[in-house]
């Protein structure tokens, strides 16, 4: 049997991308082949390399259309995509030649918080801010807008008052790490 492929894109550290190459690293039927990113200096290129995964960097001009990204993904045969912290809103091209194959994870309970500009810790500030007393992990599909395609799953997670930004963005990560990984894998289990 063929193994579905995944690429990673990241921008940043790469803590959750390092999540996905621990859970895929062994997996039958599923494997992490190239991770992409707009960051020369991204932590998670260390990370792939300690991997051994192939990674791309592009700058910003070639997300703006995305065809030499979809040229490559298509020579690397990638079947899916995961969006781990990266930046950049993937162009319409990329997201009509991967319909319901790419996913995201937004560090909030969407539609709340979502949005251009709502990522890290504008997220969990703004969360603090409007005192609620949940927060939490959205997993969806992407299409060309932000934080708008369809919602595969949320995790949810209690919020004391007396937490800080810094304290939510804590609770929301440990969910992502072990929520993302095993969420992506279920749903490309149904595609094989």
Not at 153 to 167: F, G, K, L
Request: net charge negative.
């Amino acid at each position: 049997m063929t193994k579905k492929r995944v690429s990673i894109f990241a921008s940043g550290s790469g803590s959750n991308a390092e999540k996905f190459f621990e859970y895929f690293q062994n997996d039958t039927e599923i494997e992490i082949v190239s991770v992409f990113t707009n960051n020369k200096s991204a932590g998670v290129i260390d990370r792939a390399n300690r991997f051994a995964i192939p990674h791309h960097v592009y700058n910003r001009t070639y997300w703006e259309t995305g065809e030499t990204i979809i040229e490559i993904l298509e020579k690397e045969k990638v079947d899916f995509i995961v969006l781990a912290g990266f930046m950049l809103l993937i162009p319409g091209g990329l997201v009509k030649a991967y319909p319901d194959k790419i996913f995201n994870i937004h560090p909030a309970l969407l539609p709340k918080f979502g949005g251009q500009g709502m990522y890290g810790m504008n997220v969990h500030k703004a969360v603090k801010v409007a005192a609620e007393t949940e927060s939490g992990i959205t997993i969806h599909f992407v299409n060309e807008n932000y934080d708008e395609g369809q919602i595969i799953a949320q995790v949810s997670c209690a919020i004391d008052s007396s937490d800080s930004a810094e304290e939510i963005a804590k609770k929301v990560l440990r969910l992502e790490h072990e929520n993302y990984p095993k969420v992506v894998a279920e749903v490309i289990r149904k595609s094989i």
